[in-house]
């Protein structure tokens, strides 16, 4: 099993709906996670870190579910803006490492 | 602030040839990292460096890649000889040594087309 995985999509979004996606991971001692953004031929960039059983920035809201170890992203009143694809991403217990997903697609159209 | 800077953004190599990149990470990071992003993929460590020290580089084919940070700054990958598929985004990133210590700033990366 991989050390995270997640749905590739791509989760195609009408826009002002909303959308989740989930991420799970094989580490059960993982006690927090990162969404990164990456935009199309982009960089990744933080988008939320969480260091509990979840955040909420905006209209963007990530919950950690640790007894079916899985982590989800939930994206209210989708803007066209927010067609990225989305990286789950664990931090190693030591040395500042980053385990990444494969990233979910997510498509929002008018 | 400076972001992380690599160059160059792009490289169209034939194969068994070789190529370098290189990466200025953001001013005061100690810690910097390469990794490997193939198409439809997360990207892949390839080596950690801790000031001019490397600290992991269990995932880097080291038969054909290299990496330096010989002053604790910049750094270079290169490869030689390129293979077909190591066409992918080679993306340079940096993080600091006071909290959040967890968190990296990813450079705009070098895509490399191998031919």
């Known amino acids: 099993r991989k050390e995270v995985e997640q749905d590739p999509g791509p989760f195609n979004v009408p826009e002002g709906a909303t959308v989740a996606f989930n991420c799970t991971y094989s580490n059960s001692a993982s006690q927090s996670f990162f969404w990164y953004r990456q935009d199309c031929r982009k960089e990744p960039k933080l988008l939320m870190s969480?260091?509990?059983s979840g955040n909420e920035d905006g209209r963007f809201t990530a919950q950690l579910n640790r007894a079916s170890q899985y982590i989800s992203l939930l994206i209210r009143d989708s803007k066209l803006s927010d067609s990225a694809t989305y990286l789950c991403?664990?931090?190693?217990?030591?040395?500042?490492?980053?385990?990444f997903g494969g990233g979910t697609r997510v498509l929002v159209k008018p | 602030e400076a972001g992380v800077a690599q160059s160059p953004r792009y490289k169209i190599i034939e194969k068994r040839q070789s190529v370098a990149f290189w990466c200025n990470p953001i001013s005061g990071h100690a810690t910097l990292y390469w990794y490997q992003q193939i198409l439809g993929q997360g990207p892949k460590l390839l080596i950690q460096?801790?000031?001019?020290?490397?600290?992991?580089d269990s995932q880097l084919p080291k038969d054909r890649f290299s990496a330096e940070r010989l002053k604790g700054v910049d750094s270079t990958l290169k490869i030689q000889p390129a293979k077909l598929e190591d066409s992918a985004v080679y993306l340079c990133?940096?993080?600091?040594?006071?909290?959040?210590?967890?968190?990296?700033?990813f450079g705009p990366g070098t895509r490399l087309t191998v031919l």
């Open positions: 990133a940096s993080s600091s040594d006071t909290p959040p210590t967890d968190t990296q700033y």
């Open positions: 460096f801790q000031n001019n020290g490397v600290v992991d």
């Open positions: 991403v664990l931090p190693r217990p030591a040395g500042n490492k980053l385990t």
């Open positions: 969480v260091y509990s």
